[in-house]
């Protein structure tokens, strides 16, 4: 076992090893309220990153962001019933507006509200409430408008980013005229988010339709990004719901049409949150501690003065200064690249230790032998840590973006062939169990099958805990008899198990 | 009155001017859940700006972001005895964690809590509780953390940006080994608050140190800045706060320090919040509309395409997008100038009132004439809407900067003048009634007087139902006899009616 890496490996608790791997990042903690997680400066600076890209694509895509309240009154939850159904289980409920001391000196809710509000577990009732305001006329339509927030889903078995009684995400909320209009925002949507989790974070994803069972509690269609982790089982890290009329309806959301008609509005949303961070970790980090992609990376490149004497500290520290301002003045897919110089007074060793644990994509040792030589000692945190390469100190300013970048590709590209390696078609309903049984291979991954939309499909596979991740549209029409009920199906989907 | 203004004016009725701009802005409106307001595009996009700003001033200070609970328990608030008492009125508790459907069908709460939760008022607790954890040692500090955050204080009467039930704001919360270094933390937050005032909101504000009546419940000092709105009340538009070590012995933040003696940290806290945009608004908007700073404005320029046949709509938008893409290479204050083309189809003069209320900086008005003759027309925010400009067409993009900045100074110039030209030195306890008596001046600003920090003057100012909002420390000592108490006190301070 190594010294300074993660442990218990993957391989010897995988769910053991995510949670060390999260303390050893110094990304987040379990704070003393029940569920919630504290998202330390680390993991933060990780959101704030993904935050700064979608938002820049939401916007090029014509949303702006508008802030709604966390509270929802009862009554309008009740107005969608498959809504409420969804989330009646897992909902803080604010029932008192202040406190009193009592005779024993302890603080007891006082001032019950009339009608108790929830703590938004997801917004559509509280902003499907204001569109209906809103909306008079086509000239009104569409509204695109985006929130971050928080929101709360009480959980009985939390987990860090993962699943969490309060968590942060973005929620898309959209009215449109016309059916194929929201449709199509739904699968822009979608689109922005295969993009950004392939392109940004380097997860590879099957983006497409999920069975009517795994469908958001209201929703007409949900689409989901559908990610591999390295236990093989499947994260839903992004979903775009087509609303149709359903939430419209129930919430009178209406316009007239230019030839003077009243009709009910075409409704989507869309939302990722910070469980994309729990999807990053387990998409990439080893048993040594996390690995950031470089585009997500708060810091990029570290370099380490390496010295023993104040003279070659002069010597080192004058390098370290002139390269950090040689490589910002390069960019790397349009931004400054982000270098820092550590300088801590620790042993290089243990400092080396924390920049691999919090996953930093390149180190760069700068000692008196190096800039003698006109050389730096380059390690890259796609590689073993001992692994490092000496590049011309002249040269590794301008090459550094080409450096971030096969990094960035170089992660895709494992995580494609992890997860084509786990994966098989299969076509035969007996060869399923053996496919999830944990006995006969190590990483149960994704089984591509033919399945019908049908609720004896979700019953049939019950008792292997696996379930239809989605169909995914990108896969070439491949027809096929569902193996559970025959009926014909025009695509393979995936199944497995899921976070 | 004018048919495109808004009305009543500021003279005939300020609070409902103070909505009516609000409205005609599109910036806000209040939801259907009590004091809490939903925060539209167009005023989101200038928290935004304000975000953007501050969050680039915090860490170049040396503080990053972070994330903490939403939820405080009960137990927590408890711990400082001041600060329950503070807050303790005016806090939404959550007491359960699922919704039931009863026999009536209507949802009501169930699954009561152990222990009843908090919306965050404030998170000084719920932090302090995670810093006692993460400090040891000295080497452990200082800790510079800030968050964005929703937090939630129940309004009796709320009112739109000014005092809402839930707002946004961010709140710094620091831990250091020293009180001097804490002190300087409180201090260099406030001047950055300051900083940003002036600067990029264009509103002046004293700052200075509080009265303890009107401190921070728990602080041992609450600093603010305090800015002057045009019916002459005072806006207490930032807070920073030395808290000592009244939170880090309430809950046990303590260290080693460098001589292994046990010690508890100093602690500091500051904020500002979406009640910003209010004072905004009531430095700047006059009977027109909103009138934004440029520097806070999502919009700068916009470019107003005028023309009536096809023809010359080639021309025109040929001209506007050759227009937006030179100004567009400009830069002020370091940011590329937001320029944007209006080609929405509605009369110009219609189009035009909409920027005039929502406060853009520049219009510029682009017809066949003007490019035949070689100009365009101008007109600023700052000054009547009838008063145009024509300027070269050739030369405009490259001033546009220019005009910037001249219109930033003058909006800032305006409101010191609109402060000074109400306010007085007085020195006689007989004079201030007169002074705050609206039947004898139409808006009774700021009164500079001598005061002790005394309950004694507290309870003499409560009838005439002014405070004293701060003690500037930027001004000269001018040492002078507390009018109320007779104690000599070292400069003058403010009182005025506030927010």
Redesign the interface.
Known sequence: MPKHGISPTRKEDYPEWYQQVVRAADLA?S???RG??????H???L??RMQAILDGMFKATGH???????????S???QEAKH?EGF??????????????DADG??V?K?KLEE????RPTSET?IG??YAKWVQSWRDLPIL?NQW??V?R?EMRPRVFLRTA?F?WQEGHTAHATEAEALQETLQMLDIYAMFAERDLAIPVWKGPKPESERFPGAVETYSIEAMMQDGKALQAGTSHFLGQNFAKAQNISFTDKTSKEEYCWTTSWGVSTRLIGGLIMTHADDDGLVLPPRIAPEQIVLLPIYRTDEDKTAVMNCCQEMKDLIEENQWRDEKIRVQIDDRDMRGGDKAWQHIKQGVPVRVEIGPRDIANGTVSIARRDEPPKQKHAISLEEFPNSAAELLESIQSNLLKKAVAFRESHSSKIDSKDEIPAFFDASQQDIPGFAYVHVADDPAVAKALDPLKVTVRCTPMEWDEEPGKCLFTGKTVSRRSVISRSY
Chains 1, 2 share one sequence.
């Open positions: 903690e704070s003393p309220v919630c997680m504290v998202i330390k400066p993991g933060f600076a959101w704030e702006k962001n508008a802030y709604f309240p966390l509270f929802i009154p009862l309008y939850l009740e409420v009646a289980k897992e909902c803080a409920v604010v029932t008192h507006h202040r406190l009193e001391l302890r603080l809710p001032g108790p509000l929830v703590v509280i409430a204001m408008i927030a928080n709360v009480w309060e942060l």
